[in-house]
């Protein structure tokens, strides 16, 4: 076991700044009072079996492609960089579909477990040690929990400008990472000569 602090704080707030949970308080919220009641339960568990499954079968899927991590990595890299253009401009380059009902596919799949989210950790896989981003996406998902739970609460407390505060200052912190993701597994591909 090789459990590095400095790991897991960084792998959560990278997963953090993707997962945007805060950010989507207004999503969680119009989808509670169009179909009532959201089980915050299975939703975070069921988000935290996509992420751990991913993590795993994830590299094992781009090997059946031909595809190796750094690759991925490089490509997950522009996914987070424009991500991050997203929450810092406020605009939208990618739309999905509005869910019709707030069960646990829109909320633990799209929402929390989504491609940004799928892109980091495979990135991360590249980076860091698996257990300490085990560690961090159970971290996330306590947090997420939390926040489904009391997500009414929150938007209260922050208002809609405390939450734009914090949307733009994770982008810039997200843009950041993208950024050293793609210098870090570009110089070792670079290094095995592709």
């Known amino acids: 076991m090789n459990f590095n602090f400095k790991e897991i704080a960084t792998a959560g707030m990278i997963l953090f700044a993707v997962i ?18 959201i089980q915050s339960e299975k939703a975070s568990i069921v988000a935290a079996c996509i992420m751990v499954a991913f993590l795993f079968v994830g590299e094992k899927i781009l090997k059946l492609i031909g595809i190796d991590v750094n690759s991925f990595a490089v490509a997950g890299a522009f996914i987070i960089f424009f991500l991050a253009i997203e929450m810092i401009l406020g605009i939208t380059l990618y739309r ?33 040690h698996v257990e300490n981003i085990i560690v961090a996406i159970l971290l996330n998902i306590i947090f997420v929990y939390i926040v489904l739970k009391s997500s009414a609460r929150i938007e209260r407390v922050l ?12 982008g810039v912190i997200l843009m950041a990472i993208a950024v050293k993701l793609f210098a ?3 110089n070792q591909l670079l290094e095995h000569g592709y």
């Open 20 to 37: 945007d949970i805060l950010g989507s308080i207004p999503i969680i919220i119009s989808l509670r009072n169009k179909v009532g009641h």
């Open 159 to 170: 208002g809609k400008n405390g939450l734009n505060i914090i949307r733009k200052v994770f």
């Open 96 to 128: 999905d579909d509005v869910p019709e009902t707030a069960s646990i596919v829109p909320i633990a799949f799209p929402l929390i477990a989504g491609a940004g989210t799928m892109t980091s950790l495979l990135a991360l896989r590249a980076e860091y």
């Open 184 to 186: 870090s597994n570009i």
